[in-house]
């Protein structure tokens, strides 16, 4: 059974920095999986933020491409998000994601079957 667990969210200030951590389990992890950030604000839709593929490519969103990073830790079934200059509009709960299917490559939370519990993130001015 895959499980994903998700810890690293909290309240920083804005321009601030956090980092997130989701540990993947029940699964091959090493094989050819799309694990990919999602996040959803208050009242908003659940938006993909970024992927990484099992070659380490990755792909993000624009409103966080150049303080977002993905990366990944096969040895620790473990993908990270670092998240640097934080603004307000970042506030969310994070979700993390896995999937096998090409099109999760869109950040389209249509494509995910798997899906950890969140962690919150909130950004203060």
């Known amino acids: 059974q895959v499980q994903l667990v998700e810890s690293g969210g909290g309240s920083v200030q804005v321009g601030g920095s956090l980092r997130l951590s989701c540990v993947a389990s029940?699964?091959?992890?090493?094989?050819?999986?799309?694990m990919t950030w999602f996040r959803q604000a208050p009242g908003k839709g659940r938006e993909g933020v970024a992927v990484?593929?099992?070659?380490?490519?990755?792909r993000y969103r624009d409103s966080v491409r150049g303080r977002f990073t993905i990366t990944k830790d096969n040895a620790k079934h473990t993908v990270y998000l670092q998240m640097n200059s934080l603004k307000p509009e970042d506030t969310a709960t994070y979700y993390c994601?896995?999937?096998?299917?090409?099109?999760?490559?869109?950040?389209?939370?249509?494509?995910?079957?798997?899906w950890g519990q969140g962690t919150q993130v909130t950004v203060t001015s």
């Open positions: 029940g699964f091959t992890y090493s094989g050819y999986w799309y």
């Open positions: 990484i593929d099992w070659n380490g490519s990755t």
């Open positions: 994601a896995a999937d096998r299917r090409a099109m999760a490559w869109e950040l389209s939370p249509a494509f995910y079957n798997y």
